[in-house]
């Protein structure tokens, strides 16, 4: 991709600050956390491995692909941070969902890990200085400020809660 073709603040950041709303990034990700503690295990344990639509991902799939998504954004987050220079490469969430063992996990210990997860981003983010987070990076095809990928991170969480929310508890 020619360099004049790089998207600057690609279309997606407007649907990440939307969601966010006026928060900074710390709050966001502490409000984020606060969420993942909320999670009512008992009613996501009845829905089991329903899904609203054939060939729609299970809750459980869900959790993996945020623990998972996650750790990617931090990874792009830590080489731009660190001015490491590589260009992180695209991922495949439909390769990466249909090749996890999630379903078989129980839900207990998923939300752990994304509990866990969240704490180390959290860390993450909290040591990066004001320059850092400002840090613009370039990926594939757009590039954008570093605090956006932490905003980018508590998006998809909304994001995927809302789901959850909308069309998995009433399956409940």
């Not at 279309?11 to 966010?20: A, D, G, P």
């Not at 249909?98 to 210990?109: C, P, T, W």
């Amino acid at each position: 991709m020619e360099k004049s073709e790089t998207k600057k603040d690609p279309e997606f950041l407007e649907y990440v600050y939307k969601l966010n709303g006026s928060i900074e990034l710390t709050e966001a990700l502490k409000l984020s956390l606060k969420e993942i503690n909320n999670i009512d295990i008992a009613q996501l344990n009845r829905i089991g491995l329903k899904t609203y639509k054939k060939d729609k991902w299970t809750i459980h799939k869900i959790l993996q692909h945020l623990i998972d998504w996650e750790r990617i954004w931090c990874f792009r987050a830590l080489i731009f941070a660190r001015g490491e220079g590589t260009v992180p490469d695209a991922h495949d969430q439909e390769i990466m969902g249909k090749n996890s063992n999630a379903d078989e996990l129980a839900l207990e210990q998923l939300v752990n890990e994304l509990r866990i997860v969240r704490h180390s981003t959290i860390a993450m983010f909290e040591s990066f200085g004001k320059k850092i987070l400002e840090t613009n990076c370039k990926f594939f095809e757009y590039e954008m400020p570093l605090f956006a990928i932490g905003l980018t991170i508590t998006a998809h969480q909304i994001h995927h809660f809302d789901i959850i929310k909308e069309r998995y508890i009433p399956l409940a």
